[in-house]
Each structure stands twice: as C-alpha cells, then as structure tokens.
C-alpha cells in the first residue's frame, strides 16, 4: 500500500503527490500544496482560478462543464441518453421529449446509492471477508498441526520396528554365538584327544629307541607296545554350520507391512460462505486443542551462546534456534545438544538488528545501518530489500510468507510497519486516524503477527504493546500490569505469540515475561529465574524460548499444558 495514498498516512498535494495539502483550488476540485499554486494556474489560464486554503474550500456544489459547450456548466441531467446538460443543450433539438432531471438529485441518488455500497462494504462483505480468512488461517494451522502429528506417528512406528529388528537380531546372534560355543567346545575336546595320543605315541617312540640302542638284553626282551591301538585312528567330527537365510521382501510387501497412507482430499462446500454471518468450522473437522496455562512454568533446558551481549532468538524448528547478539555472527544451535551447528557472518559486518526465519526456513535478518533486509539461502545472503530514507529495525514472517518490517526515518522522528511481498511493499501503517502516530520515535521495537492476523508491535520507549488488525487499524495498547516483579515501569522487548492467540513480550526491567490474551487482558507472568530477557520465540509445540542479554543464554520454558 502507498503510503501517500493510504487512508492512515495526511493527504497529499495532487499535482507533486508528495507535500502535504495546503491549498485548494474551488474552480477545479483540486488539492494543492503552496509550491504547486503556480504551476496549476498557469496550466490553464482560460479560467478563473479561485485558490483557497484547503480548511477553506467550497462546500457548495461545483456544476461540471458542459463537453459540448465551451464554459457552459451542465445543472441539468438526460436520463434517456444519461449524459450531464447545460442551458444550450437543453434549447437545441437533441434532447426534445427526453426525461431531464436536476443534476444534483442525479448526484444525490448516486450518493445515496454509493453510501448504500460502502455501507454493506464496511459493515457486512468486509467482515465477512475477515472471518473467512481468520477461518481459513486456523484450518492452515490445523492442517500444520495435523500433519506433524501424522509425521510423528509414523516416525514412531519406524522406530517401534527398529527395535523389534534390534531385539530379533540380538536374538539371531546370541543364536550364533550359543552355537558355535556348542560345537567349538566339541571340536576342542576331541583335539586334546588327539593331542594326548600324540604326546602318547612320542614317548612309545623313545622308548623303542632306547630299547634299540641297549646292550640289556633283559631290558631288550621285556619291551611291550601296543601298534594296533594307535592305528585305530579317532572318530572323525566335522561340524555343520548352520546358515543365515533372509526373509525376501517382495515389491509393496513392506508398505503392505509397514504401514500405508489413505489419500487426502479437498471438498467444495456447494453451500459457500453467507455474508454477514460468522463462519463456523464443521464439528468433525480436527480442530486444535485448547491448551491451558501450567501453574509452574519451568525452565527444560539453558544454551550457552557465548556472546558479549545477546539480543535475539528466532525457532528454526522444533530442534534448532537461530541467535543473533552484539557482533557480525549469527549462531545455528541444537536445542537438545545445546551444540553450535553453523555461523553465519552477516555481509555488511554490522550486527543484525533482528533475525526471522521464512516459511521455507531461510534465514532473515536486518541490518540497521546498511538499511536492508537480508535473506540467507544456502548459506548465501540476499539483499532483498534496500530502504533510502528508512532504517530497518524488527521484523517478522507473517502466515502467508510476507515480511513484517518496522521501519523508521533517517532522522529518527517517524516509525511505521511496513509489509514486503518479497521487496515490493503491498501495506504500510504509520498512523492511528489522519495524523496521530502508532509508535514512538525509539529504535527498541519488536513485531509478530498473531494467530488471529493481528500485527503486534512492543514499543519500549512508550511502554507499551501496540496491536492492530491487519487492516492496520488499531485494536489496544498494553502498558502493562500492576504489580510488576520489581516494581519497576513496564519495558517491553521481544515478543511472540502461541497457538492460543496469546501474545508474550519480555519485560526487561522486571525480568519476566508478560502473557496476555488476543484482547489484551493480562494473564499471569512468567519469571523463572530470568535475567534481562530480551529476545523470545516460540516453537510449533507452544514452547518458548527466551534470549537473556546479560547472561548470554537461551533458555527453553514450558509454560502450557
């Protein structure tokens, strides 16, 4: 959306479609500013020109000129050939017998006709418009949520036959090693048999060759030996091994065994949707469980990052966090680990202002003093949007895979939120009416979108939660809740929402962190030993993950059931 032709932004000049109206010229329904009055004059001398201030202008009707007659100006309106007239169309031949009407009741019916269609427009077709896609979003949440469960499921199953093959193939080997003790133990038994007769038949071979050699003719002739027992060789034993034979698998016989999948579908509702009407979903279509908030949160695990300062944290799945601190490195960790998986250097050298992460599980940053907004795909960073006279500073994905930029002048006296369909800007919010700014002149600002489509922006320097629809008109502002941990003024930070709307944001000076609902009544806090939280995220399971600034840690905390 335009920011000069935006409902929230002032009205512009409509000649240079930049300064803001000053003037108005009565003769030609035009907006002006002061630089412009000249060139507009003297664009058309032919005709008066009345030039007022804009606060000023006419209030009564302005005739349209007649296209036939020169500066003639048409009252009157032929139905018949539905064409506005001046006096001399009337007087001649052209519209004799035709149904003529003043033309300010033609325009008066037009106006009524028209304030009839915006009236429906605003209060029937819009809205309902708006349930259709907040219905459609949660179906695309269910959908998500369906889909993981089934691909847990059937990441279970793989892993309940792994370890029916693991205790099968234990099995088999302990098999193996039962009997090849069996027959090693025969086989050893009947080669110490053979041993000893060895031993046996070596010593009958001295004694005859002692007695061969001796001159004792009594010695001599009491030689004994036994020959026919040492050619009864032993019973021959060769074991027989046994074999390993493979179940063979024939083709689909493992899917048939394993598991199989029924086909998905979609249906068409020949019924549709009914204007004015909020749109309900079908009882038996999967809807997500309503989670309740645990008595207890409790801290599941703490990652070391070894920043200076760290700023930011941003869920790259249920497995793995990206962060961001005071330096040029932004750090891939595993959350069960706890281990770095990858660095990745930002390409101007200038510290991230803040990290996101698409739909397609690229890496978004921004860079505050280069003014752009960068993509890391691959490990290669894009440049896909590059801001003049804007400085990037938070940002977030939005469910449809748009960016959500918050955006402030280079002379640090205007914010707006800004959202990119790739780097062509489709909306901007800056104002809360005509000229009455959403958001303070600081730099510490977050943003996300909730489940529900609203954009959430925490404004440190007000002290406050900013949330608007996603038309961008304001919803209600949080400034907090009393009593705070510490008694200190509410200083919000990072923030994140949940699967049930909630929407938490980090309260730096009360080291907790503030949950509220999609409406914006505080529901209880969350504090669990934190110290100068600062960065949050939150991953598909509704867990969160809070970034301390000082300690340098990332700690993961369940805070529903």
Not at 183 to 206: A, G
Request: contains cysteine.
């Amino acid at each position: 959306m335009d920011p000069r032709t935006s409902a929230q932004d002032v009205m512009r000049c409509d000649l240079c479609e930049t300064a803001v109206v000053q003037m108005h010229c009565d003769t030609c329904l035009v907006n002006l500013c002061k630089a412009c009055v000249g060139e507009h004059v003297s664009v058309n001398l032919s005709k008066p020109h009345k030039i007022v201030d804009f606060k000023d202008k006419q209030s009564i009707p302005i005739y349209p000129e007649c296209t036939t007659h020169d500066k003639e100006r048409c009252k009157m309106y032929c139905k018949q050939c539905d064409t506005p007239l001046c006096n001399k169309c009337i007087a001649s031949d052209q519209h004799l017998g035709h149904r003529l009407s003043e033309i300010l009741q033609i325009l008066e019916e037009k106006r009524d006709t028209i304030i009839q269609n915006q009236i429906e427009l605003k209060e029937t077709i819009y809205p309902t418009y708006q349930d259709i896609a907040s219905k459609v979003q949660i179906r695309i949440s269910q959908l998500e949520k369906k889909y993981r469960d089934l691909s847990t499921a059937i990441t279970k199953h793989a892993e309940n036959w792994h370890r029916e093959i693991d205790e099968h193939v234990k099995k088999l080997k302990a098999e193996v090693d039962v009997m090849k003790n069996t027959q090693r133990n025969t086989l050893q038994k009947h080669l110490d048999e053979v041993n000893k007769n060895i031993s046996d038949i070596k010593d009958e071979i001295n004694s005859l060759e002692d007695a061969v050699a001796s001159k004792d003719i009594f010695y001599f002739y009491n030689v004994k030996f036994d020959l026919e027992k040492y050619k009864r060789l032993p019973i021959k034993i060769v074991p027989s091994l046994p074999n390993f034979t493979p179940g063979r698998i024939q083709g689909g016989e493992l899917s048939k065994l394993f598991g199989s999948l029924a086909p998905s579908s979609m249906t068409t509702d020949e019924q549709g949707y009914r204007l004015g009407i909020k749109q309900k979903l079908p009882e038996a279509e999967f809807c997500l469980p309503e989670k309740q908030l645990l008595d207890e949160p409790e801290t599941v695990t703490t990652i070391v990052t070894g920043y200076e300062r760290l700023y930011n944290v941003a869920c790259l799945s249920d497995e793995e966090i990206w962060t961001s601190g005071n330096g040029n490195i932004m750090k891939l960790f595993s959350i069960n680990q706890g281990s770095l998986l990858k660095s990745i250097r930002t390409k101007s050298g200038n510290w991230p202002c803040d990290i996101a992460v698409t739909k397609i599980g690229d890496l978004a940053y921004t860079d505050h003093k280069d003014r752009t907004v960068n993509i890391v795909k691959n490990e290669k960073i894009e440049k896909v949007i590059r801001l003049k006279k804007w400085k990037p500073l938070g940002n977030c994905v939005t469910s449809s895979g748009n960016l959500l930029v918050i955006l402030m002048s280079n002379d640090g006296k205007q914010t707006k939120v800004v959202q990119y369909y790739g780097s062509i800007e489709i909306e901007s919010i800056q104002f809360k009416g005509t000229d009455k700014p959403l958001y303070s002149e600081s730099e510490e600002k977050h943003i996300t979108e909730n489940k529900n489509l609203d954009i959430c922006v925490s404004d440190n320097e007000a002290g406050a939660v900013v949330v608007v629809n996603r038309a961008g008109k304001p919803r209600f502002r949080y400034t907090g809740h009393t009593p705070a941990p510490k008694n200190q003024p509410f200083s919000p930070r990072g923030i994140t929402t949940d699967s049930q709307s909630h929407i938490l944001t980090a309260d730096i000076s009360n080291d907790c962190i503030h949950i509220i609902d999609q409406d914006g009544h505080f529901l209880r806090y969350i504090e669990c030993g934190l110290s100068y939280p600062i960065g949050l995220c939150s991953d598909t399971n509704d867990n969160l993950f809070v970034a301390e600034w000082e300690n340098r840690k990332v700690k993961k905390i369940k805070y529903l059931q």
